[in-house]
């Protein structure tokens, strides 16, 4: 089993950038392929990017495409998601979520790939 951790959220100004935090503990967590999903008021949770286990793959949702970043440090137990050039639209809870995967890949765009979630962290852009 593994814990997540979210950080990082804050108000922010549209077209700022901003930098989201998610620790792990608990099992290794080179073990997992991680992903970034977020959740706006009366909306679904959806797909934001994911990563492999090593890094060397990432892949992004079409709309935070070329402005968002999704990486990961092993040695910390750490995934990040940069966001630059931040719109209002982008306002959500953001979680963070691990998928135990035995391939390389990156996990999939939907909840039910992951196996475990952080608790999520409030992004706000202002307009």
């Known amino acids: 089993q593994v814990q997540l951790v979210a950080s990082g959220g804050r108000l922010v100004q549209a077209g700022g950038s901003l930098r989201l935090s998610c620790e792990a503990s608990?099992?290794?967590?080179?073990?997992?392929?991680m992903g970034w999903f977020r959740q706006a008021p009366g909306k679904e949770r959806e797909f934001v990017a994911a990563?492999?286990?090593?890094?060397?793959?990432?892949y992004y949702a079409d709309s935070v495409k070329g402005r968002f970043t999704i990486s990961r440090d092993n040695a910390k137990n750490t995934v990040y998601l940069q966001m630059n050039s931040l719109k209002p639209e982008d306002t959500a809870v953001y979680y963070c979520a691990a998928a135990l995967i035995s391939a390389g890949t990156v996990a999939g765009e939907t909840i039910y790939d992951y196996d475990y979630w952080g608790q999520g962290t409030q992004v706000t852009v202002s307009s």
């Open positions: 608990g099992r290794t967590f080179s073990s997992y392929a």
């Open positions: 990563i492999n286990w090593s890094g060397g793959s990432t």
